[in-house]
């Protein structure tokens, strides 16, 4: 006799560890704005003032936060300063999807900042539309300016590497540095403490291959009190420990290579080889006894006792991102 088959029970509602938002109870039809709050009505005026219209309003559907659907001039438009640089290859690859399906689809985050507007997460697509000689972009524009610092929250363009994330970081860093608040009051967009490090070393070191530290690095790291202006030079510091540890690590590559070894895991396998943190249990070290202990390590590497075939069985990705 065939056994009857279970139906399939539908998936339990849960939420994911470390989300708090209760989505608004906002139904389809309640989402456009028919009459416009005085806030967004000044907003609106100044588009249109702009040389700019204004598309439509309504209440995006998790929170409910009013937002402008906005076509504006494209001179008008630039990037925030703290985004990464432009890939070439990924501007040219948006150039000609767009010129194939002679579509722009993906309407740009933008704030308004002065009387000109940027956009924290749309710079290859402006770079792109401007390279096709676009006269207008259109954008949601959102009146919190607040949130042109959460880019690594908002980019949908690009997967960044582990490089342009510290860098962006660090660049909004830099560009709050005058405000009193500090890294506390910006974990979301700045993502993770270790990168507000890993930023201030790229700074120094363009080709710092810091896939092999960053591991290592969020063990250790944590969000630093006070403002910016006080916290930075306690970066700065911790970068120049980084860029310590580097410079042994890389002296032990180098032995490793006189030796005739070669792979493209040399570096990740020192620093794999000298970091203390998978025999501790319990309590870590503090950033500074564990760098230090690591850059002795590196220096008194025996690496005439290492073999190929210790290499091979290391794995791991690649050292240059």
């Known amino acids: 006799m065939a056994t009857a088959k279970k139906k399939a029970t539908p998936a339990t509602k849960r939420k994911r560890k470390g989300v708090r938002i209760q989505a608004t109870s906002l139904s389809a039809a309640e989402l456009p704005i028919v009459e416009l709050t005085p806030e967004l009505k000044s907003l609106a005026d100044q588009?249109?003032?702009?040389?700019?219209?204004?598309?439509?309003?309504?209440?995006?559907?998790?929170?409910g936060r009013p937002l402008l659907l906005v076509s504006v001039p494209l001179e008008q438009v630039s990037p925030t300063s703290f985004q990464r640089?432009?890939?070439?290859?990924?501007?040219?690859?948006?150039?000609?999807?767009?010129?194939?399906?002679?579509?722009f689809l993906d309407p740009l985050i933008l704030v308004r900042m002065g009387d000109k507007y940027q956009t924290p997460n749309g710079n290859h697509r402006l770079t792109a539309l401007r390279e096709l000689?676009?006269?207008?972009?259109?954008?949601?524009?959102?009146?919190?300016?607040?949130v042109a610092y959460q880019i690594l929250a908002l980019n949908i363009e690009k997967a960044h590497n582990l490089r342009e994330r510290a860098l962006e970081v660090v660049r909004i860093v830099h560009d709050l540095s005058k405000q009193d608040k500090g890294e506390q009051d910006f974990e979301l967009e700045l993502e993770e403490p270790a990168l507000v490090t890993l930023g201030f070393a790229y700074e120094q070191r363009g080709r710092l291959a810091g896939g092999a530290y960053h591991p290592v690095l969020r063990?250790?790291?944590?969000?630093?009190?006070?403002?910016?202006?006080?916290?930075?030079?306690?970066?700065?510091r911790r970068a120049e420990l980084l860029l310590g540890l580097d410079d042994a690590v890389n002296d032990a590559v180098a032995r490793l290579k006189e030796a005739g070894l070669t792979s493209p895991y040399l570096k990740s396998f020192v620093v794999a080889r000298i970091n203390p943190l998978r025999f501790i249990k319990g309590e870590l070290p503090g950033f500074d006894d564990l760098l230090a202990t690591?850059?002795?390590?590196?220096?008194?590497?025996?690496?005439d006792k290492i073999k190929a075939s210790d290499l091979a069985r290391s794995g791991g990705a690649p050292d240059e991102e």
Do not use: C, N
């Not at 588009?47 to 929170?63: F, W």
């Not at 676009?134 to 524009?141: D, H, K, N, Q, T």
């Not at 063990?219 to 700065?236: C, H, N, T, Y």
């Not at 850059?295 to 025996?302: E, L, N, S, V």
């Open 85 to 103: 640089d432009v890939s070439d290859a990924h501007v040219r690859k948006l150039v000609r999807a767009m010129d194939k399906t002679r579509r």
């Open 294 to 303: 690591m850059t002795k390590r590196a220096r008194g590497m025996k690496t």
């Open 47 to 63: 588009v249109t003032a702009d040389g700019g219209a204004v598309i439509g309003a309504y209440r995006e559907p998790l929170g």
């Open 133 to 146: 000689q676009a006269r207008a972009i259109v954008g949601l524009l959102v009146p919190e300016l607040s």
């Open 219 to 236: 063990k250790v790291d944590a969000w630093l009190p006070g403002p910016f202006a006080s916290s930075s030079p306690e970066r700065e």
